[in-house]
């Protein structure tokens, strides 16, 4: 029994190494925005990005992370296990679409980059956070025209 268990054990350390080394796993922990085309359903997301208007100032963390330590790598866990689902069984929608979830952290994030310019829109908003969503407007201001 115990020596059943110890096989079980190596080869479910084995497959997951061999997971984590074959995804380029490890690469998910930098800030690169290279990592994002590890998956080529992001091939053109990055692509776009590379011509709009944010590619000299943001990276895709910049954007898509909460810039808070606990945030960023909690939504990065949480974004990490869903993509590593959607993608291994092909469940995921083409073109690739942000969640609601992400799509507010986009939105803080574009509120806290341009608190300068929208500080008077904010500040006397009688309307809801729905009205307020920048990439309604703005949509190719981080991955481009056409995007």
């Given at each position: 029994?115990?020596?059943?268990l110890?096989v ?11 997971t ?23 091939r ?7 011509k ?15 810039h808070?330590f606990i ?9 990490g296990y869903?993509?590593?689902i959607?993608f291994?069984y092909?469940?995921?929608?083409d ?7 992400n799509a507010?952290?986009l939105?803080a994030?574009?509120?806290?980059c ?5 500080g008077?829109?904010t ?8 009205e ?6 703005h949509?190719?201001?981080g991955h481009?025209p056409g995007?």
């Amino acid at each position: 029994m115990k020596l059943l268990l110890n096989v079980l054990i190596g080869i479910f350390l084995g497959a997951s190494g061999f997971t984590f080394y074959s995804g380029r796993a490890a690469s998910y922990l930098s800030n690169e925005p290279q990592v994002c085309v590890n998956c080529h359903v992001m091939r053109e997301h990055f692509d776009g990005w590379q011509k709009a208007s944010h590619h000299s100032f943001a990276t895709c963390n910049d954007c898509h992370m909460p810039h808070d330590f606990i945030g960023k790598w909690m939504t990065k866990a949480s974004n990490g296990y869903h993509h590593s689902i959607a993608f291994t069984y092909w469940i995921f929608r083409d073109p690739i679409r942000i969640k609601p979830g992400n799509a507010e952290i986009l939105n803080a994030n574009c509120l806290l980059c341009h608190r300068n310019f929208v500080g008077e829109i904010t500040a006397h908003r009688v309307v809801d956070d729905n009205e307020l969503y920048c990439v309604r407007c703005h949509e190719s201001v981080g991955h481009g025209p056409g995007r």
